[in-house]
């Protein structure tokens, strides 16, 4: 009975130890205006968070090699994907659908706070999983009207907390995809807020509560 009360002291403390939020990280994924590159993964890192960004479709993953042209595209107008030699160089449904993961490291988890989509027009929708779960299977891209929309040049940022809550938004991998076979955009950013381990001070004051309740426990009996 005491090793149990005892564990569940612990399980306790340990559920209701705050996490530590660090400040809102923007990646700018628009390569600074580079030259067209191909490959089949970009890693980008941004104040102290690692993101490897991978390309698949709908039959598998997109692999960049000489004998099949496809893989991740990193253009000046955001991260996009191409399936093969003739198709474009944005994240579409033309042919098998494309998606793209975003995967981040260097913390516990992360909220999915907004992303910037381009190459917008006025047809595009998006989906969305957060670590292999659904969380959006047919969300509308905002923009795309006037002349921009109508040549697919336009651009918008989706604040998902909009539509999601956190919970529904926090992981460590975001895949983003199409709706359908109109659908084409690039994402030039995203941003998150990390979900750090909790600081050593917080967890002590925490450990000590535990302690006091021990302490309490025993004296009791």
Known sequence: MKRSFLGT???VTALFTPQ???AMVTFDLTGGGATPSLSSSYTFNEGGISLLVTSATS???VLANQNFP???IALDFGIGSSSGLLDSTQID???PDEMVTFIFSGAISYILESVTFDRVGGN???SLAVDG???LANQDIPGGDGFAGFFDADSSTFIFSSVLTETQRTGTQFRFGVAGSNDDYKISSITITA????EPTGFAVWSLLGLLVIVAYRTRR
Do not use: E, Q, W, Y
């Open 59 to 61: 039959g598998g993953p």
């Open 93 to 95: 449904g033309s042919g």
């Open 133 to 135: 779960n659904t969380a």
């Open 9 to 11: 002291v612990f399980i």
């Open 70 to 72: 496809g893989g991740i």
């Open 124 to 126: 595009d929708d998006f």
């Open 20 to 22: 530590s939020r660090a």
């Open 195 to 198: 979900l750090a381990v909790p």
